[in-house]
């Protein structure tokens, strides 16, 4: 973690005014910081963390994405303290859930967060023992921040001024490498958040396995759509910082914003989830770098598969890019990733190992499948979680690694809950989540497998397939598709469905809809969609 502070400092000293991070601020106004003033920044946060908390501590910050809240993540990690990036979207009831188990007094957040929390800590108690400072959105003219102190909740305790100081090369070069550097919390698609604990030296680990997998220089420009509380967005984040190059901050997702900074910044690389490339795609808006001597280089669909029709159409959207597919958890990072020369002839893999790390697919016994065979997914090396913050969730995810004496050199394992299997040329393909596989009528289904199917047969945009309990403690299967055919309904769509699938695989209802929920990490919000599916499937036997 030390290294990624030392290079922020060295590129600052090399070269001072290169510029290091772009917000998008709309309408085709940008605000830049170059390299000395975002080391001066974060410096000057480093020294803030430093006299305001205590080792053990892991800050949370809880700021939506800005140059304040890269200062504060590269402050903490020169500080070598503990962070965590909260997702500025999520509520009262998930941040009091998150505070309540992260060690420390401090929280960095904003003006906003704190109206919203003032009113009402009396139900969390936890929001109350905290000491709250208040970050501006955006720096001022003069490059300066102030924060407000919130002791208890309680406005107008002390004010802090931390103007934009001459750079402080100022690191402690004491190696904590084996202590948490970063706490990530999971989405909680399928319940609370789960505190996932990143040790330092796998931080810097992962930014630099990026760099050396995606062949990042300083003369790259990425675009950073993605939250800091995503591990993608992070990794992102450092590695930006580790190879020198700038990172354009934007905070919509509307297709034609995204091809406007594209092409104004001059990006060569675009880090993204599936739900961006789907609307991408619906709206055929290209993604085009025409400023001199730049060209999109390449992007990432990260944080979950792509369908098969969206990965045929997505070299259209991003033509002479190189398109990345990787696969992995926040407990694991990256297992695996295809490079964009063997897309075209397996668009269905994940890949091979990334990086250093290594996957093996096992069966029920322990042992590695044969090929084609499939089994339990389970990742070593590089991108292994410390493990959960609330450590009795281990039990089970991170064990032992039962193939050490087999030339893997990393002593633990993290038993992912996914399932596929490898080829014969050792790539990975990823079926289903364990937990994703339901009994119908005493067959085994994948959802996945059947919004796979209604992809191929009707077009659709997008497809969700979600498992709902009924009374009688069977499954049924509802589907929600926004069809590319506006009058597409589901009856015809059904009837078409029906052809080719058993009948135990037919969703009980098929919902036609304009757009699905997302979570702030661009993830479908499955817990939304399983509430919609049980009320259409009640009103469906009324």
Same mark, same amino acid.
């Given at each position: 973690?030390?290294?990624?502070?030392?290079?922020?400092?060295?590129?600052?000293?090399?070269?001072?005014?290169?510029?290091?991070?772009?917000?998008?601020?709309?309408?085709?106004?940008?605000?830049?910081?170059?390299?000395?003033?975002?080391?001066?920044?974060?410096?000057?946060?480093?020294?803030?963390?430093?006299?305001?908390?205590?080792?053990?501590?892991?800050?949370?910050?809880?700021?939506?994405?800005?140059?304040?809240?890269?200062?504060?993540?590269?402050?903490?990690?020169?500080?070598?303290?503990?962070?965590?990036?909260?997702?500025?979207?999520?509520?009262?009831?998930? #941040?009091?859930?998150?505070?309540? #188990?992260?060690?420390?007094?401090?929280?960095?957040?904003?003006?906003?967060?704190?109206?919203?929390?003032?009113?009402?800590?009396?139900?969390?108690?936890?929001?109350?023992?905290?000491?709250?400072?208040?970050?501006?959105?955006?720096?001022?003219?003069?490059?300066?921040?102030?924060?407000?102190?919130?002791?208890?909740?309680?406005?107008?305790?002390?004010?802090?001024?931390?103007?934009?100081?001459?750079?402080?090369?100022?690191?402690?070069?004491?190696?904590?490498?084996?202590? !948490?550097?970063?706490?990530?919390?999971?989405?909680?698609?399928?319940?609370?958040?789960?505190?996932?604990?990143?040790?330092?030296?796998?931080?810097?680990?992962?930014?630099?396995?990026?760099?050396?997998?995606?062949?990042?220089?300083?003369?790259?420009?990425?675009?950073?759509?993605?939250?800091?509380?995503?591990?993608?967005?992070?990794?992102?984040?450092?590695?930006?910082?580790?190879?020198?190059?700038?990172?354009?901050?934007?905070? +919509?997702?509307?297709?034609?914003?995204?091809? =406007?900074?594209?092409?104004?910044?001059?990006?060569?690389?675009?880090?993204?989830?599936?739900?961006?490339?789907?609307?991408?795609?619906?709206?055929?808006?290209?993604?085009? +770098?025409?400023?001199?001597?730049?060209?999109?280089?390449?992007?990432?669909?990260?944080?979950?598969?792509?369908?098969?029709?969206?990965?045929?159409?997505?070299?259209?959207?991003?033509?002479?890019?190189?398109?990345?597919?990787?696969?992995?958890?926040?407990?694991?990072?990256?297992?695996?990733?295809?490079? !964009?020369?063997?897309?075209?002839?397996?668009?269905?893999?994940?890949?091979?190992?990334?990086?250093?790390?290594?996957?093996?697919?096992?069966?029920?016994?322990?042992?590695?499948?044969?090929?084609?065979?499939?089994?339990?997914?389970?990742?070593?090396?590089?991108?292994?979680?410390?493990?959960?913050?609330? =450590?009795?969730?281990?039990?089970?995810?991170? =064990?032992?690694?039962?193939?050490?004496?087999?030339?893997?050199?990393?002593?633990?394992?993290?038993?992912?809950?996914?399932?596929?299997?490898?080829?014969?040329?050792?790539?990975?393909?990823?079926?289903?989540?364990?937990?994703?596989?339901?009994?119908?009528?005493?067959?085994?289904?994948?959802?996945?497998?059947?919004?796979?199917?209604?992809?191929?047969?009707?077009?659709?945009?997008?497809?969700?397939?979600?498992?709902?309990?009924?009374?009688?403690?069977?499954?049924?299967?509802?589907?929600?598709?926004?069809?590319?055919?506006?009058?597409?309904? +589901?009856?015809?769509?059904?009837?078409?469905?029906?052809?080719?699938?058993?009948?135990?695989?037919?969703?009980?209802?098929?919902?036609?809809?304009?757009?699905?929920?997302?979570?702030?990490?661009?993830?479908?919000?499955?817990?939304?969609?399983?509430?919609?599916?049980?009320?259409?499937?009640?009103?469906?036997?009324?």
């Amino acid at each position: 973690m030390i290294k990624i502070y030392e290079r922020l400092l060295e590129g600052a000293i090399k070269d001072g005014a290169k510029p290091a991070l772009t917000e998008y601020l709309g309408k085709g106004e940008y605000r830049t910081l170059s390299r000395a003033e975002l080391a001066a920044l974060s410096a000057t946060f480093a020294d803030y963390w430093t006299g305001m908390t205590e080792e053990g501590d892991i800050v949370p910050i809880f700021l939506e994405r800005s140059a304040v809240c890269v200062a504060a993540i590269l402050g903490a990690i020169g500080a070598q303290r503990a962070f965590a990036c909260i997702n500025r979207k999520n509520r009262v009831p998930q #941040l009091h859930h998150i505070l309540g #188990l992260l060690p420390g007094r401090l929280i960095l957040t904003d003006q906003q967060a704190v109206d919203l929390v003032a009113t009402e800590h009396l139900q969390y108690p936890k929001l109350a023992e905290r000491s709250w400072r208040i970050a501006p959105a955006r720096l001022n003219a003069q490059g300066n921040i102030t924060l407000l102190g919130m002791e208890g909740i309680a406005p107008g305790i002390s004010e802090l001024i931390l103007p934009i100081k001459a750079l402080i090369p100022r690191v402690n070069n004491v190696s904590k490498s084996s202590e !948490p550097g970063c706490c990530l919390f999971t989405s909680g698609s399928t319940g609370e958040a789960k505190g996932v604990l990143i040790s330092q030296s796998d931080l810097f680990a992962r930014a630099e396995a990026e760099v050396n997998w995606f062949e990042l220089t300083e003369n790259d420009i990425l675009l950073g759509l993605l939250p800091f509380s995503f591990d993608v967005g992070l990794n992102q984040l450092l590695s930006a910082i580790l190879a020198g190059t700038e990172l354009v901050l934007i905070h +919509s997702w509307m297709p034609a914003d995204v091809r =406007r900074v594209c092409e104004e910044r001059g990006v060569t690389g675009i880090s993204s989830v599936p739900a961006l490339w789907r609307d991408q795609i619906a709206s055929e808006v290209k993604l085009l +770098s025409t400023s001199e001597r730049k060209s999109l280089r390449y992007v990432t669909i990260s944080g979950g598969g792509l369908d098969p029709v969206s990965l045929a159409k997505l070299p259209q959207i991003v033509p002479g890019a190189g398109i990345y597919k990787t696969y992995g958890q926040t407990e694991t990072f990256r297992s695996s990733s295809l490079h !964009p020369t063997e897309f075209a002839a397996r668009p269905s893999s994940v890949g091979r190992p990334f990086g250093k790390s290594r996957f093996y697919v096992i069966d029920e016994d322990g042992s590695i499948c044969k090929p084609g065979v499939s089994g339990h997914i389970v990742h070593t090396g590089p991108g292994t979680m410390l493990g959960y913050i609330d =450590r009795s969730l281990d039990e089970g995810k991170i =064990r032992e690694n039962p193939f050490l004496q087999d030339g893997d050199p990393f002593s633990t394992a993290v038993y992912t809950g996914d399932y596929g299997f490898v080829d014969e040329h050792g790539y990975l393909y990823v079926e289903a989540r364990k937990d994703e596989m339901v009994k119908i009528k005493g067959n085994r289904v994948y959802p996945q497998e059947v919004a796979s199917q209604i992809m191929l047969i009707s077009g659709a945009s997008a497809v969700e397939v979600v498992v709902v309990q009924n009374d009688i403690a069977e499954h049924d299967l509802v589907a929600f598709v926004i069809p590319c055919i506006l009058d597409e309904d +589901s009856a015809t769509i059904f009837r078409n469905l029906r052809k080719r699938l058993p009948s135990y695989m037919a969703p009980s209802k098929i919902v036609t809809c304009r757009s699905l929920p997302k979570m702030s990490n661009g993830k479908t919000d499955r817990q939304a969609l399983e509430a919609r599916a049980k009320e259409v499937l009640v009103n469906q036997d009324c």
